[in-house]
């Protein structure tokens, strides 16, 4: 079974950088479609950011410039590195494997929770 596993999460001051990780096993994870999504409280969960298996990037226009999706396919691991954050940044973090190979199928991290607070 595909479980991916978030770190990184935790309490940071306004202008303050975070380094989430995504491990991810159990797949074929070079060719996955990783992504970051990110829900608020009492808000729907949105699309962060996605690296392909080439490396394409794409990112939300509200993090674009701050944000940057990388992966390291020997460790099976994607990150996402937050600099200037903003309160509005403040959500739980999740990691999302598109698996191309295997079906289609999306495998769902447990979350990771990241606060912007003074």
């Known amino acids: 079974q595909v479980q991916p596993v978030e770190s990184g999460g935790g309490l940071v001051q306004p202008g303050g950088s975070l380094r989430l990780s995504c491990a991810a096993s159990g797949f074929t994870f070079t060719s996955a479609l990783m992504r970051w999504y990110r829900q608020a409280s009492g808000k729907e969960r949105e699309l962060v950011a996605t690296i392909s298996a080439s490396r394409t990037t794409y990112y939300t226009g509200s993090v674009r410039g701050r944000f940057t999706v990388s992966r390291d396919n020997a460790k099976n691991t994607v990150y996402l590195q937050m600099n200037s954050l903003k309160p509005e940044d403040t959500a739980v973090y999740y990691c999302?494997?598109?698996?191309?190979?295997?079906?289609?199928?999306?495998?769902w991290g447990q979350g990771t929770q990241v606060t912007v607070s003074s």
């Open positions: 999302n494997a598109f698996d191309w190979d295997g079906g289609k199928v999306n495998y």
